[in-house]
């Protein structure tokens, strides 16, 4: 049966195992970055986001798959894999000697996210029907980035009390234990509810009917269809945002004499006020649309990291930070939302691979462009240019996409 209500205890169960995916990946925020720069003496930005960029091409790939897999073989087996992809992370972060098993640690960190969130997201689409979609996903977006926030906050207090390791990621190997224990114990299959939506769905276009390959689901994702066009070039824009923030923003406010309690903090606050606004704006684009609140959305990330690159200080990085993350809360669970709008039941765990292969690239975008512009010309014009970049994403979604895929059918 669908339906948020019908489901409740088994959609709370897996907003918190996705609270955990979120804490995995935060124990790494505050502390990496400064690893980079004070323990093992990466001196070029370029170099030094190596490891955003392994886990972005990891991540974006493994998105991919995870959608194909999950149609094949059923959500929970892709779920319990990425747990057990996530295992060896904390440890070889803990012990690693050199630059090299960071940069490893990361490509098994995409890999877990990837099959871990992604199937999270799936099962919760699977689970409300298609009257709830921008509430799930606000749900599920604001659990994961509460932990990524959280956790970020805790590692910074951690870090600044015992050090840069190994104490900060013994709570990432918690996250990870509590992830796994879950899943395994409780976590119900989710697959099924898909097939029912499927028997009573009308399709959103023509193209868009239930009988595609995974070719035709890439290409109509990532290129054919407007909206679904629109939204994968939109998310890929805001995560190399992400990207940029994770790498150089501790290295910009330590730089900049900050402590590391006060790096924390920043570091925290952007997803924290990321995670705790998609409770509201994921409902908000059910009922006022997606289209619209994503424009708004990429333009005020705009102006948050313009804000970041022309500051100095404290009070107007915090400011700029929740800026930032109120920006993404706008976009991030209704691009989710509005891939669930379009795409067929039969195929929507791959569409939804599909655009988690390009948003999760841009991790990776992110990384090489603002690395190599940092060290032409320095953090701030690095911070500046993707804020450009953000803002041109934002008109071209109020371009190219429709304006009712949201509407019930």
Avoid at 121 to 141: F, I, Q, T, W, Y
Avoid at 192 to 211: C, N, T
Avoid at 213 to 232: G, H, I, K, N, P
């Amino acid at each position: 049966m669908l339906g948020l209500r019908q489901n409740l205890a088994q959609f709370i169960l897996l907003i918190a195992v996705n609270a955990c995916v979120g804490g995995t990946l935060g124990q790494e925020r505050t502390v990496l970055p400064l690893l980079a720069s004070d323990v093992f003496h990466v001196d070029r930005y370029t170099s030094a986001l190596t490891y955003i960029l392994a886990f972005g091409l990891a991540k974006a790939a493994t998105n991919y798959f995870a959608g194909t897999l999950s149609d094949r073989l059923g959500r929970k087996p892709v779920l319990l894999g990425g747990w057990l992809a996530a295992i060896p992370v904390p440890f070889m972060l803990i012990s690693g000697q050199a630059w090299e098993w960071m940069v490893g640690a990361n490509v098994l960190l995409g890999i877990s996210q990837g099959l871990t969130w992604s199937t999270t997201v799936m099962m919760k689409l699977d689970l409300v029907g298609p009257s709830r979609r921008g509430l799930a996903m606000g749900l599920n977006e604001a659990a994961g980035y509460l932990g990524v926030a959280t956790t970020a906050l805790a590692t910074g207090y951690l870090a600044s009390e015992y050090g840069l390791r190994p104490v900060p990621f013994l709570l990432g190997a918690a996250f990870i234990a509590l992830g796994l224990g879950l899943s395994v114990a409780a976590v119900r299959e989710t697959r099924g509810h898909s097939l029912v939506e499927a028997r009573a769905h009308i399709d959103a276009h023509e193209h868009a009917h239930g009988g595609l390959t995974d070719r035709q689901v890439f290409t109509l994702t990532s290129f054919r269809d407007r909206s679904l066009a629109a939204v994968s070039q939109a998310g890929m824009v805001n995560n190399l945002n992400d990207g940029l923030a994770w790498g150089l923003f501790p290295v910009l406010f330590a730089g900049a004499g900050l402590s590391l309690g006060q790096i924390g903090i920043l570091a925290a606050a952007y997803p924290a006020v990321w995670g705790a606004g998609q409770l509201l704006t994921g409902a908000a684009s059910d009922r006022w649309g997606r289209k619209w609140l994503i424009v708004a959305g990429m333009l005020t990330q705009a102006v948050g990291l313009a804000t970041v690159a022309a500051s100095r200080s404290f009070g107007p990085w915090l400011a700029a930070a929740a800026l930032l993350g109120l920006g993404t809360a706008m976009v991030y669970p209704t691009l989710l939302a509005a891939i669930g709008d379009v795409a067929h039941p039969a195929w929507r765990a791959r569409s939804v691979g599909v655009y988690r292969l390009w948003r999760d690239g841009g991790f990776a975008v992110g990384a090489l462009l603002s690395g190599v512009l940092a060290d032409l010309y320095g953090i701030p014009t690095a911070i500046a240019a993707v804020a450009a970049i953000t803002a041109a994403s934002g008109l071209l979604v109020a371009f190219r996409m429709r304006g009712n895929d949201h509407a019930p059918r």
